[in-house]
């Protein structure tokens, strides 16, 4: 029986969200980034670890991942429903570092691949009850077998199997959900957000705390077929311990969540025993109706992938806006650079034409020019007080850049590492601009056969003088040009010099304006990315319109149809 229909728009449409969530760029360390962070990686994994596995592969047995806090007794429950010891358990915590998945052999090839968890590395125990087919010869085996390590630490998932667990339904014995290491609380989440089927096991003594209450909250919110296991409850006070969690789940709108009380027995106090077949009985039975009666199973599979269908919509919005939000921070950030360096340019450019390098060892020279100091004189003093002032001006555009980064939000992350090239940057675009001055003159006064009569370097000098000199320094050194080369070649030279000087400014602050802008471009947020997101969701709702799915019903409601 196919239990749900899927529309190849429908899957087109998925993968398409898909990977513009996975393009999601959130680097700033803005508010709300990391809480977008996690939510786009969970949206990933229950996209890559359920919901298209699912939708893809309808048929495939239901995944029931079995999670709770620290100590439980997930494992020990886990053991009991299989009828022998596949999950390690004991008192040490946290036991589970391995995720353990137990399936009936027949179900072995929908989970050795890489179907669902597809980051998690398969390892196999010796084989057991799993019939072998041998590759063609001209097919390399798909899956690796590995030998179950019980030290591994690393992203593992151990496939069991065992006849004991019905055809079309798999257990997964999860981390814990609040496990003081990380890793094991983060793949916890992970294995939780791949489940068809959850089953929260929690205990007499902690049914209150706060995490499973936000993993209830959570299956409330995606709609997940769930079943919750009080378990250790004390024989004289299971009654009334039962009676205060069924409120506190009605309470939250979860009367029609499945409970099943488990009494603390002996088996369960070390953690390494078996319960007793009658002690998970009602849970073994709620399980295997899940996997073997049609009706159920559709509720299940149904319900669920619509449910996290239904989820996506205001998570894909929010991520929208927060991928909007780093790129308005980046695009701040830019304009604050564009802005520094364009005022400093126009600055420059200003005292430049106002003449304020004639001052100082420059107006000292000029005067004594050419009795007492040569042209080459000349030259060096105006490309240092040249260099002095272009050198000034990127370090008050640097400053005033780093001033306001640090006060936008994820600026102070973006500043970038200072290079002494950057101080060297400006000398070196003067000095070129210099040989070009010179090297116009020289042209010029060897093309019209003037060497004998004319002192290039003293001429390219003059010409310094009359570009950088201010305004009443400029008619007097364009008169000397004029009486030495003419005065439509002086001027022609003063044009080019000033055309040549323009652009020696805007190189000088471009190269440290790049500088600072190159780590937000590294950051590569586009505008693009906020529009591919809510124009892929549109899509997926389009799609989604058409999906003949079957309502997602209760199992006491299909049992009432039937």
């Known amino acids: 029986m196919a239990i749900l229909d899927v529309q190849p728009e429908l899957l087109t449409a998925l993968k398409t969200l898909r990977d513009r969530i996975a393009a999601a760029r959130l680097p700033l360390p803005l508010a709300g980034a990391e809480r977008a962070r996690r939510s786009r990686d969970e949206l990933l994994a229950q996209l890559d670890d359920y919901l298209l596995p699912r939708l893809t592969s309808p ?32 008192v040490l915590r946290p036991t589970t570092r391995t995720p353990v998945l137990v399936c009936h052999p027949d179900d072995h090839h929908w989970f050795a691949g890489a179907r669902v968890l597809p980051d998690l590395r398969r390892t196999f125990p010796a084989p057991q009850n799993i019939p072998r087919q ?32 019905p055809a079309g339904l798999a257990l997964l014995d999860a981390p814990d959900i609040d496990s003081l290491v990380v890793s094991n609380r983060d793949l916890a989440a992970e294995l939780v957000s791949a489940a068809d089927v959850w089953i929260l096991v929690t205990t007499a003594s902690r049914y209150g705390d706060a995490v499973p209450w936000h993993l209830l909250r959570t299956a409330r919110e995606y709609d997940v077929t769930l079943a919750t296991v009080l378990d250790r409850t004390p024989h004289q006070i299971a009654t009334e311990v039962s009676h205060q969690y069924g409120l506190l789940l009605d309470r939250e709108g979860m009367e029609e969540v499945p409970r099943f009380t ?3 027995l002996p088996e369960s106090a070390g953690g390494s025993g078996l319960l007793p077949a009658t002690a998970v009985a009602g849970l073994r039975q709620w399980l295997s109706r899940q996997a073997q009666d049609p009706a159920a199973r559709e509720v299940a599979a149904a319900r669920t992938a619509t449910g996290t269908l239904a989820s996506l919509r205001p998570r894909v919005v929010a991520l929208a806006g927060a991928v909007a939000a780093q790129h308005g921070a980046v695009q701040r950030l830019c304009d604050v650079v ?37 042209g080459d004189e000349l030259l060096d003093a105006f490309e240092e007080g040249l260099t002095a002032l272009l050198g000034g001006a990127v370090t008050v555009a640097d400053q005033n850049v780093a001033d306001a980064w640090r006060r936008e939000p994820g600026g102070g992350c973006c500043l970038p590492m200072e290079e002494d090239e ?134 006491r409601e299909v049992q009432r149809e039937r």
Request: include cysteine; glycine fraction near 8%.
């Open 59 to 90: 048929e495939a047995p239901l995944l029931a991942v079995v999670g709770g806090s620290t100590g439980a007794g997930k494992s020990t429950l886990v053991n009991s429903l299989v009828g022998r010891r596949v999950s390690e358990a004991g």
């Open 134 to 165: 041998e590759p063609p010869d001209n097919e390399e085996p798909t899956v690796e077998e590995i030998d179950y390590d019980p030290e591994s630490t690393g992203n593992d998932l151990r496939i069991e199997t065992d006849v004991a667990l």
């Open 262 to 264: 488990i009494p603390e």
């Open 338 to 374: 564009e802005a520094s360096f364009a005022d400093s340019g126009r600055r420059a450019r200003r005292r430049l034409g106002n003449g304020e390098l004639l001052a100082g060892e420059v107006a000292a020279r000029l005067q004594s020019f050419p009795a007492d100091c040569g």
């Open 422 to 555: 950057a101080g060297a940057r400006p000398g070196f675009l003067v000095r070129r601009w210099r040989r070009c001055i010179e090297e116009s003159v020289e042209e010029e006064v060897l093309t019209a056969e003037l060497g004998a009569l004319v002192d290039a370097e003293e001429m390219a000098a003059v010409l310094t003088a009359a570009i950088l000199g201010g305004p009443k320094t400029e008619e007097l050194a364009l008169g000397v040009l004029a009486d030495a080369l003419g005065r439509t070649v002086s001027e022609r030279l003063r044009a080019n010099g000033v055309e040549l000087l323009d652009a020696c400014v805007e190189r000088a602050l471009a190269a440290r304006r790049d500088h600072w802008l190159a780590p937000l471009e590294e950051l590569a947020t586009t505008p693009d990315s906020q529009v591919d997101l809510v124009a892929a969701y549109s899509a997926l709702s389009k799609a989604r319109a058409v999906l003949a799915f079957p309502a997602a019903r209760t199992h």
